[in-house]
Nanobody, 113 residues
Framework: QVQLVESGGGLVQPGGSLRLSCVASGSRFRFNAMGWYRQAPGKQRELVASISTNNTNYADSVKGRFTISRDNAKNTVYLQMNSLKPEDTAVYYC????????WGQGTQVTVSS
């Protein structure tokens, strides 16, 4: 059973940066596209970035500010978040882009002055 563990969130001022990490157990990771998702209070969970073997995609709201990357040797996917805005405040999760598994606990990102 695959487990996902996110980390790296925190409280940051507008304009600041954070780097999120997600470690996936098991052998599925290196063969599958991964995504970073977020859920703000009172809103549905949304996909913000995805990465396959050689392609990345971003939601319009984060394009140019967020960068997704992966290290298959470490079963880890990262999300570098720069120029953070208050509207980026949410719990961030990772999961497979297709054939999702159970969600991890997520990591809270709060952007506030």
């Amino acid at each position: 059973q695959v487990q996902l563990v996110e980390s790296g969130g925190g409280l940051v001022q507008p304009g600041g940066s954070l780097r999120l990490s997600c470690v996936a157990s098991g052998s599925r990771f290196r063969f599958n596209a991964m995504g970073w998702y977020r859920q703000a209070p009172g809103k549905q969970r949304e996909l913000v970035a995805s990465i396959s073997t050689n392609n990345t995609n971003y939601a319009d709201s984060v394009k140019g500010r967020f960068t997704i990357s992966r290290d298959n040797a470490k079963n880890t996917v990262y999300l570098q978040m720069n120029s953070l805005k208050p509207e980026d405040t949410a719990v961030y999760y990772c999961n497979f882009l297709y054939g999702k598994v159970g969600w991890g606990q997520g990591t809270q990102v709060t952007v506030s002055s």
